[in-house]
C-alpha cells in the first residue's frame, strides 16, 4: 500500500507522497545536479582557499587512487563524481514500489535499490501457504515477470542504476532482469547496478536460505559466471557485512567476516577456472556506518587496504582495478530508536559522514521512522536530502580522504587491520569461512559481541540518547494494507490462467534436470520466466534438487 492510500490518515498528512508524475521524460528524470561535475563549483572554501584533490598523509602512505587504496579507489574521489544516493525501498505491492521508486528519483535519487518481501526472499509464490500473512510486509512482492516489469515501470533499466538486495532467490530475480531488459528491447550489457547475491551472510545473520551451504553457493557462482560475461556494467555480488553488523557483530568482527565471505567466492571462483581479475573487476561490497564516527572511517579505509592485499597475495591478481574494494553503505538500523525517533535524523547524518569520509561509492540513509514501520514518503525524502547537503553544502567530497594523515584515525585504521587480519588467520586455521559458519563458529561470535554491546546499553557505558530519559513512542505512520495479500494471490491466479502451462512446466521441467546434470543455471531461469514459469515453480525445483536447509 502506498503512503497516498493510508486509510489512517487524512491526504493533508505529512507522510503522504504526492501522486506519481504521468509522464518519466518530461517529469521524473532529473538527475540530481551534483552527478555532473562539470556543473559544480570550483573546489575552494567559502573564504576562497584553493583546495588540491588531496593532502600527503604519512610518509610511507600511498595516495587515492593508489595500490593497496587506502585512501580512495580513485585519484580525484568523489571531484570526479559524487557517490551514487540509492535509497532502499519495497512497499507490498509492485505498483506501490513504482511510485516510491519515481518519486525518489524525482527528488534527485541516481539509484535504485529494491527491498523484496520475505516469500520474495525465501522464494515462495504470494499464493503459497507458507507465504501466509507475510506477503508484502517488509517489502515488494514479485512472483512472476509481469511483476517485475510493473515493478520497474516507465524505469530505463539502461539509465537508472538498479541494485536488487536478493540472496536466495538472487538467480531467479537476476534472470527475470534480464528478461524483462530482453521483453523491452535492451541487450544485457545495457544493465547497470548491483545484485546481492552473498548467500553466506545469510547462514551467518539473516537466515533466508533456502537450501543447504554447498548448493547455494553454487547458485551464487553460477550468477556471477553468468554476469561477467553478459552483463559487465552490473555486479553479480555485493559482499555483505551490514547485516553481519546488524546482528551484533563489532567494527572488527564485520571487516573480518566479509572479507572472510569474499574470500571463500573467489576461492569457489578459482575452482570453476573463472577469470578473478575480471571477477575481481565487479565483485563489490556493502558496509554498516555505525554510530562511532572515527572507527567507522578507519574501517572503510582498512577494509580497501586489506582486501587489496588480500587480492594480490592469496590470489595473484596483479591488475590494481581488479584489487579495489569498491563499497555500498547503509546507515545502521539497529541503532534507531523507536523513542523519540526524530533523534534518528541525527544519527543518520553522522553515519552518512563516516560513510563519505571513509570513501563509499554508494550510499543509502535510512528514514528517521524505521525503528516504527516502513519508512514514510516523508522520512525517505529527508534522509535523501541528508546525502545531498552532505554532498553539496559540506565541503566534505572536496577532498580525497580528509580525514587522511590524522593520527587518531591511522592509527584506528591500523589496529582494525591487525584485528582483522587476526581474525581472518584463525577462520583459515578452522578450514575457511564455509567450515567456520557450519561449525557455529562465527555465530557464536556474533552472538557474544551482541549480548556485550547490548550490556553496555543497558548500564549506561554507551547510553542511546532519548530512550534512557524516558522518551515516548509515537504511533507507527505506516500500516500495510491486509488486503494487499489477497490482491497479489489473485494477480498470480490470473497470470497462471492466460499462460501456456504446457510451455511453462517444459522449461520448468528443463531447469531441474540443469541443476542435477551441474550446468549454468542463469539462462534455463531466463527462459523459464519468459514461458509464464513463477519464482515459486522455481525454488521448488531447486528445492528438488538441492534439498532444504534444516538449522541445527
Excluded at 195 to 218: C, H, M, W
Amino acid at each position: 500500500m502506498s503512503p497516498e492510500r493510508d486509510t489512517d490518515r487524512s491526504t493533508n498528512s505529512p507522510f503522504a507522497a504526492p501522486p506519481a508524475p504521468a509522464k518519466w521524460e518530461t517529469a521524473v528524470w532529473r538527475p540530481f545536479v551534483s552527478e555532473h561535475p562539470e556543473r559544480r563549483p570550483r573546489f575552494s572554501t567559502p573564504a576562497g582557499i584553493e583546495l588540491p584533490p588531496t593532502f600527503a598523509a604519512r610518509g610511507d602512505e600511498t595516495g587515492p587512487g593508489e595500490f593497496p587504496f587506502t585512501r580512495g579507489i580513485y585519484p580525484s574521489m568523489y571531484r570526479g563524481r559524487l557517490w551514487t544516493m540509492r535509497q532502499y525501498a519495497g512497499f507490498a505491492a509492485p505498483r506501490d514500489s513504482n511510485e516510491r521508486f519515481r518519486y525518489l528519483l524525482a527528488q534527485g535519487q541516481n539509484g535504485l535499490s529494491v527491498a523484496f518481501d520475505l516469500p520474495t526472499q525465501i522464494g515462495y509464490d504470494a499464493d503459497d501457504p507458507e507465504a501466509a500473512g507475510e506477503v508484502g510486509r517488509v517489502g515488494v512482492s514479485i512472483s512472476t515477470l509481469d511483476h517485475l516489469d510493473e515493478l520497474f515501470h516507465e524505469i530505463p533499466l539502461d539509465r537508472v542504476s538498479i541494485s536488487m538486495t536478493i540472496n536466495a532467490t538472487a538467480p531467479i530475480l537476476y534472470a527475470m532482469l534480464l528478461a524483462l531488459a530482453k521483453r523491452r528491447g535492451l541487450v544485457p550489457a545495457a544493465l547497470r547496478g548491483t545484485i546481492q547475491n552473498d548467500i553466506l551472510k545469510e547462514f551467518i545473520a539473516r537466515g533466508t536460505q533456502r537450501y543447504p551451504v554447498l548448493p547455494s553457493l553454487r547458485l551464487a557462482i553460477d550468477v556471477i559466471e553468468y554476469a561477467v560475461r553478459a552483463t559487465p556494467n552490473f555486479n553479480p555480488i555485493s559482499v555483505s557485512g551490514y547485516h553481519i553488523r546488524e546482528a551484533g557483530a563489532t567494527a572488527i568482527e564485520e571487516l573480518a567476516f566479509t572479507l572472510a565471505d569474499g574470500i571463500a567466492y573467489l576461492e569457489q571462483c578459482r575452482s570453476r577456472a573463472l577469470d578473478l581479475a575480471a571477477i575481481g573487476r565487479r565483485i563489490s561490497f556493502f558496509f554498516n556506518a555505525h554510530n562511532y564516527l572515527f572507527e567507522e572511517v578507519a574501517k572503510f579505509r582498512a577494509a580497501r587496504r586489506l582486501w587489496a592485499e588480500i587480492c594480490r597475495e592469496r590470489f595473484g591478481l596483479e591488475d590494481p582495478e581488479a584489487c579495489r574494494l569498491r563499497f555500498h553503505t547503509q546507515t545502521a538500523g539497529s541503532t534507531l530508536t523507536a523513542q523519540e525517533p526524530s533523534n534518528n535524523v541525527v544519527r543518520v547524518a553522522m553515519q552518512a559522514l563516516a560513510a563519505v569520509l571513509g570513501g563509499t561509492q554508494s550510499l543509502h540513509a535510512n528514514g528517521a521512522d524505521e525503528a516504527l514501520s516502513l519508512p514514510t514518503a516523508s522520512s525517505a525524502k529527508l534522509a535523501l536530502r541528508t546525502q545531498q547537503i552532505l554532498a553539496d553544502e559540506t565541503g566534505v567530497a572536496d577532498v580525497a580522504d580528509p580525514l587522511g594523515g590524522c593520527p587518531y584515525v591511522e592509527h584506528l585504521t591500523d589496529r582494525l587491520g591487525a584485528e582483522a587480519s587476526r581474525l581472518i588467520r584463525e577462520i583459515d586455521a578452522r578450514g575457511g569461512m564455509v567450515a567456520a559458519i557450519e561449525s557455529g563458529f562465527v555465530r557464536r561470535r556474533i552472538e557474544a559481541s551482541a549480548y556485550e554491546a547490548q550490556r553496555a546499553i543497558e548500564e549506561g557505558i554507551r547510553p542511546q540518547v532519548g530512550v534512557e530519559r524516558g522518551g515516548t513512542i509515537p504511533e507507527a505512520p505506516f500500516r500495510v494494507d491486509p488486503s494487499v495479500e489477497a490482491e497479489r494471490r489473485a494477480s498470480l491466479g490470473a497470470h497462471r490462467a492466460r499462460r501456456d502451462e504446457r510451455a511453462a512446466a517444459a522449461r520448468i521441467a528443463a531447469l531441474e534436470e540443469q541443476a542435477r546434470r551441474g550446468g549454468n543455471l542463469v539462462a534455463p531461469l531466463v527462459a523459464a520466466f519468459e514461458a509464464g514459469a513463477t519464482l515459486g515453480e522455481a525454488s521448488r525445483a531447486f528445492a528438488g534438487v538441492f534439498g532444504e536447509y534444516q538449522d541445527v
